[in-house]
């Protein structure tokens, strides 16, 4: 074999193929790194040094933040009535069998009460005593089933100090708030103890994720047959303008944003306020603490104005009168102004800060027709000719009362249009 044909030394041999392979590996993880210096996908990150000269590179764009819009106010709106004033016509067309039903008679008026963030009504009577028959006037004492119909058509709860709450004495007047209780209805004016007769009635509402607390107040200048009705404090609030200014600011410690007072108060059939009513009304403008007086008694509507003072001093709305809600009384018996009473709305604005406002009070009317099943009708509806099956009222008894309630209130705060549903949440708070 010739010299240069000599198999080389095994240990040679072997280091040498140790030696190719690793070149080889070499070679193989250079190229894979270079790869993922330009593919899309590589782990490696090029840095600056591999962007040519005079290039900027591009960064990438910052999102802009959506602007969180600014809280909004929202509007509640209040309604209130004139007196629930249960005649023995009244009782008889609402009767059914085994019992009454009075939503028929207010089904007209509903989107006035029910689309309302919070209704609150004027009782003007109490309940006849569990176990006794039902009476009218003069003493009146009312079915069970009139508490349970006015919660059906929405009212949330009711002023409940007049001159007729004892009408059937003590045993009325506690189960009428028996009764109120367990249909889920609010009550102040009226007491089972001195200190619930003089306490204010909370509701809290809740609409579009804002909550309102309304603390509601009721008293009486008067008891049936002009008896002193301080005679009966343990059980009716007896008006007192010094003790209602005190008991608001006590309701607005305890976490009222507006406080509504409602007085009965006034002379029978007068269409403009008496002295009396004027020097109260004053009395709680100036003290700052009453937000609205909404009153009844007189049985017929009287001037709304908005006093000077009031809280922050913006002024105070004063209803003095809403006249009648749901009674027996029109010109057939009495004055022409009974047949028909106010639906005020109070839009109560609260800011995003929590502070809360009356806006606006505004009136619309509703009128009863007697002969027709006792039912009640917007009038503006009448005027415009909107029939109803139980109608009996003419266009010219129509327009005659409407220009008697147009001759007392104005058309300035006329507002004829219920408001538009509002979704609230009303909570009657215990005490």
């Not at 008679?105 to 009504?121: G, S």
């Not at 009153?295 to 709305?317: A, I, T």
């Amino acid at each position: 074999m010739p010299a240069h044909a000599r198999r080389l030394p095994r240990r040679v041999y072997l280091v040498r193929r140790i030696m190719l392979a690793f070149v080889l590996v070499l070679v193989v993880a250079v190229g894979a790194w270079a790869v993922s210096r330009v593919l899309p996908g590589g782990d490696a990150v090029a840095d600056a040094t591999d962007t040519p000269a005079g290039v900027t590179a591009p960064t990438a764009a910052t999102p802009t933040p959506t602007p969180t819009p600014d809280p909004e106010p929202v509007v509640f709106t209040l309604v209130t009535a004139g007196d629930v004033l249960p005649h023995a016509t009244v009782n008889r067309n609402a009767a059914i069998e085994g019992g009454y039903d009075y939503v028929p008679l207010m089904e007209p008026v509903r989107p006035w009460i029910e689309n309302a963030d919070i209704a609150l009504c004027s009782l003007e009577v109490p309940l006849a005593p569990a176990g006794e028959a039902p009476s009218a006037y003069p003493v009146f004492g009312a079915p069970e089933q009139l508490i349970s119909s006015l919660g059906a058509i929405g009212w949330d709860g009711c002023a409940t100090a007049t001159n007729h709450s004892l009408d059937r004495g003590v045993p009325g007047l506690e189960r009428t708030l028996e009764v109120m209780d367990a249909v889920g209805l609010g009550h102040t004016g009226t007491g089972r103890s001195p200190e619930e007769t003089v306490s204010a009635q909370f509701y809290e509402v809740e609409k579009d994720g804002a909550t309102l607390t309304l603390a509601h107040l009721s008293a009486t200048t008067f008891h049936n047959d002009y008896t002193d009705p301080s005679q009966y404090s343990d059980h009716l609030h007896a008006l007192d303008a010094a003790q209602i200014v005190e008991l608001a600011r006590q309701a607005r410690a305890g976490g009222a944003d507006i406080v509504l007072f409602t007085p009965h108060w006034g002379q029978e059939y007068w269409d403009e306020p008496d002295g009396l009513q004027q020097d109260i009304a004053a009395t709680l403008a100036a003290s700052g603490q009453v937000d609205l007086v909404l009153g009844g008694h007189s049985h017929v509507p009287q001037p709304l104005v908005k006093l000077d003072g009031g809280p922050d001093g913006g002024g105070m709305w004063v209803g003095y009168s809403m006249g009648n809600f749901l009674s027996n009384q029109d010109e057939k018996c009495c004055d022409i102004s009974t047949a028909t009473g106010l639906l005020l709305r109070s839009d109560i604005t609260l800011s995003p800060d929590g502070d809360a406002t009356v806006t606006a009070v505004t009136w619309s009317g509703a009128t009863i027709d007697t002969a027709g099943r006792q039912r009640l009708y917007s009038i503006q509806q009448l005027r415009d000719g909107t029939t109803f099956p139980d109608l009996t009222l003419g266009p010219e008894r129509v327009q005659a009362r409407w220009a008697d309630l147009e001759a007392v209130m104005g058309l300035d705060a006329y507002l004829p249009a219920p408001p538009e549903p509002g979704g609230a949440v009303v909570t009657v708070v215990p005490r």
